[in-house]
């Protein structure tokens, strides 16, 4: 009997062993790489590399060692990552805006974040990403892809992308599938700066004018590079760094959006409300908020979505992902009081709608520094956030005098610009920061300058407001010449939603 059961025991330890040896990730993927979060990089070009949500698809192995295989863990992070930022964006944003219209106006803004978003959806598959990510030629390298993959040609189910550890790769089409909910998410942000007035084609036909010269060029200067696999001396790092894109090259920390998506698209947006005048009866006629219910439903929606959008943009299912996931929680719960705090100073009263608004301003503030920085850097960001966030959608929208319907300037523009900055300082490893990784010497610079990374981090930001400051100008100019851009006096006055799209949300 003794004999038996050690036999039994033999042969399920044998089992048990060979199982455990064939869950373990793939053998390129070492588990003493460091983490892109725990580290980013010693020079200015490779602090980005760590920094950038965005890594080019991974170079061929050499022949001596086998390709790196995917790990399954990682793919399935990044599946969930991925339906997670659709969340944000349908039904999160959509309703977020839509509560905050009037009622006769509901259905065109749930109607424009929807088509906004299937259309870039598409536009990305055909066009987008190659643009995006993929290397460029000549002078247009540092701020344009190149063709070479256009229609998604040659990806394959096979085919993988880098990720910030040496080694490690995830399949392609899902990381085109992540890239593009951030395509689609920023163009839907722009929606709300000019709501309640602008034609509905010309909505779609400026955002894919602004989606092909600002987005695509602004997300392959910041986030493009060749992935950490080739970076082994200092000559492969030029040679990488040569390649990448104009602000990764610089060192540019951004990762998961504080200059692509959230700048970028507040700058659209404040141009928008320039350049389309204000809302019929604005500063006359009350224009609240129909349904604070809703708004707040869009604000959850946003905040669990978030955790995809920041999360995942670690690319891996490690301690660098958990890092950015509660860094995304603490800032937005700080921001969250900060922001209905000084409004119960001032007013005497915290509003719901303060609550939501404090919300998305820690989302966005924390989203370029989220990887970066320590939990306790976060609950400073997301407090200033707040604070900051709150005056410019009163004092600052004052100061300028346009009718940004739903502050996306105010929210957006100032806290992408605050969080981008202050990743620059908190970053710092003597604040709580993760410091900045060398791929060359595999460990982290023991050298970090809190004035030189925001110096670097002011020279990406006003570059993201330039450029799609200029480019919404035109593209406005534009669209405005061929369809005009906005309705009638009546048919603002009777509400889009009857006008435009033929029905109500809450029948007549």
């Known amino acids: 009997m003794k004999n038996r059961l050690l036999s039994v025991a033999l042969a399920f330890g044998l089992t048990l062993s060979s199982a455990l040896a064939l869950a373990q990730p793939a053998p390129a993927a070492s588990a003493a790489e460091p983490s892109i979060a725990a580290s980013p990089a010693a020079s200015a070009p490779v602090a980005a590399a760590a920094a950038m949500t965005a890594a080019a698809p991974a170079a061929a192995a050499s022949a001596a060692a086998p390709a790196p295989i995917p790990n399954k863990g990682d793919t399935a992070w990044m599946i969930v990552a991925t339906a997670l930022v659709i969340l944000m964006t349908i039904p999160g944003l959509a309703l977020f805006y839509g509560g905050l219209v009037r009622s006769k106006n509901m259905l065109s803004v749930l109607m424009q974040v929807f088509v906004v978003t299937s259309m870039i959806y598409v536009l990305w598959v055909i066009y987008g990403y190659t643009l995006a990510f993929s290397g460029g030629s000549g002078i247009t390298s540092p701020f344009i892809g190149g063709f070479d993959k256009l229609f998604l040609k040659g990806l394959t189910p096979d085919s ?15 990381y085109v599938c992540f890239q593009a909910t951030f395509a689609a998410i920023t163009c839907a942000l722009i929606v709300g700066s000019f709501a309640e007035r602008a034609k509905f084609s010309a909505v779609l036909l400026f955002c894919a004018l602004w989606f092909t010269f600002s987005y695509l060029p602004v997300a392959h200067m910041v986030w493009y590079w060749d992935g950490p696999d080739g970076i ?95 860094n995304t929680l603490v800032a937005t719960a700080a921001a969250t009081l900060a922001w209905i705090g000084g409004e119960a100073l001032h007013k005497g009263k915290a509003s719901m709608l303060g609550g939501a608004s404090g919300a998305v301003a820690g ?106 400051g200029v480019v919404a100008f035109i593209a406005y100019k534009l669209v405005d010449l061929v369809l005009g851009l906005r309705v009638s006096e009546e048919s603002e006055r009777e509400g889009l939603d009857i006008t435009s799209h033929g029905e109500t949300a809450y029948g007549r």
């Open 160 to 174: 993988v992308a880098a990720t910030f550890s040496k080694g490690v790769v995830i399949p392609e089409l899902i």
């Open 232 to 326: 082994t001396d200092a000559a492969s790092l030029d040679k990488v760094t040569a390649a990448g894109g104009w602000l990764w090259a610089k060192g540019a920390l951004d990762f998961a959006g504080g200059t692509v998506v959230h700048i970028n698209a507040a700058m659209a947006g404040i141009v928008g409300a320039f350049v389309i005048g204000k809302r019929v009866g604005y500063g006359k006629e009350s224009m609240a908020p129909h349904s604070l219910t809703l708004t707040m439903v869009g604000a959850a929606l946003l905040w669990v979505g978030w955790f995809g959008f920041n999360a995942g943009s670690n690319l891996e299912a490690n301690g660098s992902a958990a890092l950015a996931f509660i």
């Open 363 to 468: 989302l966005v503030a924390i989203t370029p520094a989220c990887g970066f920085v320590g939990p306790m850097g976060a609950i400073v960001i997301g407090l200033l956030a707040g604070l900051v966030c709150l005056w410019g959608v009163n004092g600052l929208k004052r100061m300028l005098g346009a009718d940004d319907s739903l502050d996306v300037f105010g929210v957006h523009g100032v806290g992408g610009i605050l969080g981008s900055l202050l990743t620059g300082v908190f970053a710092s490893p003597s604040l709580g920061g993760t410091g900045v990784y060398d791929y060359v010497a595999n460990k982290v610079t023991p050298d970090y300058s809190i004035t030189g990374q925001v110096w670097i981090q002011f020279q990406g930001v006003i570059t993201t407001v330039v450029w799609s």
